[in-house]
Structure formats: C-alpha cells, structure tokens
C-alpha cells in the first residue's frame, strides 16, 4: 500500500517569504500527486495535479510543484506567501489503475503572518 | 455548474442515533468516494463505489454504511454514531478508468458531524 509523509507539520511565515512543503511517498509503481488546500472552514480545492510529463507543474495561485521520481517527492513551492495563504495543505497520491482512491499526507499548516 | 453537493452541511445527532449524510453529483462520475476526516487529520477512505460495485476499506468500522441507489446519488449511513464519530465526512467523485481524467477526485464542501 501506498503512504505520503509530510514532515512539515506547522509552519509559520511572514508576508513575501518563500515556501517550499515536504512531500514525501512511498510506492514502487506509477502514481499520480495532488496538492490539496483546505483555507479554516472550507473544503477540499485542488491546488495542482502530477500525473506524466514535465515533473515542474504550476498550480493556482502562484503555487507549484516539483516531482522528483528518485527521491520519491513532490514538494510544493510559492515564491512570496501572501497572508490570505493560511490555510492546511494535504499531498495525496493515488496509483495509476485500480480503484485511485487518494491516500493523503497528514497535513501541514501554515500560518503566514502580516 | 457540474459539481458535487453534500447535504446537510452540518449534522447534529445524539449518541446512538442513526444518521444518514447525503451526496449527489452532476458529474455523470462513476465512481463516488466517503473520506472521514477527524479535527486536524487528513481525510481517511472508508469506502467507494465503482458504478453499482461497492468496496469497504478494510479498517473501515462496521457501523459505518454506505448506498448508492443511482450513478447520481450516494448515501452514508451510521447506524450508531458515537462521540468518535465526529467529523468531517467528504464525498468525492471520480470519472472512472474511461474518463478524460480518470485519476483527479472533485469534492463536495462536507458534512460535519458533531455527536452528542
């Protein structure tokens, strides 16, 4: 079975500071990659999505991705963190046949302060 | 918009008390999942149907059920809620393995469950 590890569990920035969120899985076969954010009280929303093709994926909100096959990660990046980016990020992972149910990372939050 | 609709958005019942949470979808999707997710955790599977195919997550308790009656609409059932069964419950939907993106899940806002 597959599992996603993020080690970053709370993370607290000011305004303009560079992000980069740890990701980590483990699986042997193919897989495709999601970043989730979930902003207080809201739902789940796609951030952006890996499924082939050029590791570097750009998401919504200035928000990025890097999948790195031999380090089995998929870390996400913005450039300069805006307050309104407080939010919880979940990685998720689901494999490429069978029944692609996603198997999430524990989450981390993130605090960005004015 | 296509979309997927999880009702009520907020559910009180009292311990021991069945509940059913609804889900539907304007997507034509096959597939339709149930995640639990308990107060800063990430979402857990308990379990998804594949058109009319149902699949139970191993770990997932057996108060826990769940119908699909049409590809629109699916239904999760907790025949004794208990305290530990507050949550967010997260409906998802997915195309199936013939869809343009069989892999990318779409969520409803939730249901949170609160048990007293």
């Known amino acids: 079975a597959q599992s996603v590890s993020q080690h970053n569990h709370h993370v607290i920035l000011s305004e303009a500071a560079s992000l980069e969120l740890g990701c980590n899985y483990s699986y042997g076969g193919t897989v495709n990659l999601f970043w989730y954010v979930q902003y207080p009280g809201q739902h789940l929303q796609l951030l952006l999505k890996y499924f082939s093709g050029d590791p570097l994926v750009k998401g919504i909100k200035g928000f990025e991705a890097e999948f790195i096959k031999s380090k089995f990660s998929f870390n996400l990046r913005k450039p300069s963190v805006q307050w309104s980016d407080t939010a919880e990020y979940f990685c998720a992972v689901n494999r490429n046949t069978g029944r692609r149910a996603l198997t999430f990372g524990s989450g981390t939050r993130l605090q960005v302060q004015p | 918009d296509a979309m997927v609709i999880q009702n009520p958005r907020y559910q009180v019942t009292q311990f021991g008390k069945p509940v059913t949470l609804s889900c539907s979808q304007t997507l034509n999707h096959n597939v339709m999942y149930w995640y639990q997710q308990k107060s800063s955790q990430a979402p857990k599977l308990l379990f998804h149907?594949?058109?009319?195919?149902?699949?139970n997550e191993a770990d997932t308790p057996d108060n826990f059920q769940s119908r699909r009656p049409n590809t629109s609409f699916c239904f999760l059932d907790i025949r004794s809620p208990g305290l530990g069964d507050a949550a967010m419950y997260l409906c998802?939907?997915?195309?199936?393995?013939?869809?343009?993106?069989?892999?990318?899940?779409?969520f409803g806002p939730g249901t949170r469950l609160t048990v007293l």
């Open positions: 998802a939907t997915s195309g199936g393995w013939l869809a343009r993106s069989p892999n990318e899940q779409f």
């Open positions: 149907y594949y058109d009319k195919d149902f699949n």
